[in-house]
């Protein structure tokens, strides 16, 4: 049986750029009406929505901070709004590198509050959000680990490697809880994806991650 997406709707949480921009033209190729969600570059949001309706599909732009319950929550509303109800979920946001980016003895606990909050607490209060507005069939999707982010290797991740970590238990717990309600939850664990901010990590941890990685595993630890 072949399953169409042409009128569903779709958000997806830092889909300016990267990942999220992927996911949002690649949807709206197949008629997805999609929410581009946006935190500081408006003009970037704008583009993406500008090819999202290249692709015949239509859509909006929407900002909020994923780090406030009370942004996530107006963003939900919007969606509510403007598509009167969701068929598809992509927790896809995070912040900027130095927000987070510290080693373990050096992280600040801003810094891990900001890595925590924008993955296992955002994705909680998304996914109870995005439920709200769902019938049997929905999708909720997370992004989670990238290459090399889930060993230890690359030492400054340890705030988002650890945020990522209890992000994709919660996916576990919610994919059990709604299954009797026809929404599937899953992750999604990436490669490699340029135009985004894995293009601001350190020489070294870019080669670990993008697949150039034979030289760095005999000296996994960056410190």
Same mark, same amino acid.
């Given at each position: 049986m072949t399953v169409t997406l042409k009128g569903k709707c779709a958000l997806i949480t830092g889909s300016s750029r990267g990942i999220g921009k992927g996911i949002a033209l690649k949807l709206a190729e197949n008629g997805?009406?999609?929410?581009?969600?946006?935190?500081?570059?408006?003009?970037? $949001?704008? *583009?993406?929505? &500008?090819?999202v309706q290249k692709r015949d =599909?239509?859509?909006?732009?929407?900002?909020?901070?994923?780090?406030?319950?009370?942004?996530?929550?107006r963003m939900f509303e919007r969606?509510?709004?403007e598509f009167g109800g969701l068929d598809i979920f992509v927790s896809n946001a995070r912040p900027?590198?130095?927000?987070?980016?510290?080693p373990p003895m050096d992280i600040t606990l801003d810094q891990w509050d900001a $890595?925590? *909050?924008?993955? &296992?607490?955002?994705?909680?209060?998304? =996914?109870?959000?995005?439920?709200?507005?769902?019938?049997?069939?929905?999708?909720i999707i997370a992004i989670t680990y990238g290459t090399g982010s889930r060993t230890?290797?690359?030492?400054?991740?340890?705030?988002?490697?650890?945020?990522?970590?209890?992000?994709e238990s919660l996916v576990?717990?919610?994919a059990v809880g709604l299954a009797k309600r026809g929404i599937t939850v899953n992750a999604v664990s990436p490669g490699w994806t340029e135009d985004s901010v894995?293009?601001?990590l350190p020489p070294q941890a870019q080669d670990l991650i993008s697949g150039r990685r034979r030289e760095c595993r005999r000296a996994p630890l960056l410190g």
């Open positions: 997805v009406k999609v929410a581009i969600h946006y935190y500081r570059n408006e003009a970037a $949001a704008k *583009d993406t929505l &500008a090819n =599909a239509s859509g909006f732009i929407v900002q909020a901070d994923v780090l406030q319950p009370q942004d996530i929550s969606v509510r709004s900027e590198l130095p927000e987070f980016f510290q $890595a925590i *909050d924008s993955q &296992a607490k955002a994705f909680l209060v998304s =996914a109870r959000e995005a439920v709200r507005l769902m019938s049997g069939g929905g999708r230890g290797s690359v030492l400054p991740w340890v705030g988002m490697g650890s945020a990522k970590a209890a992000m576990r717990y919610f894995l293009n601001s």
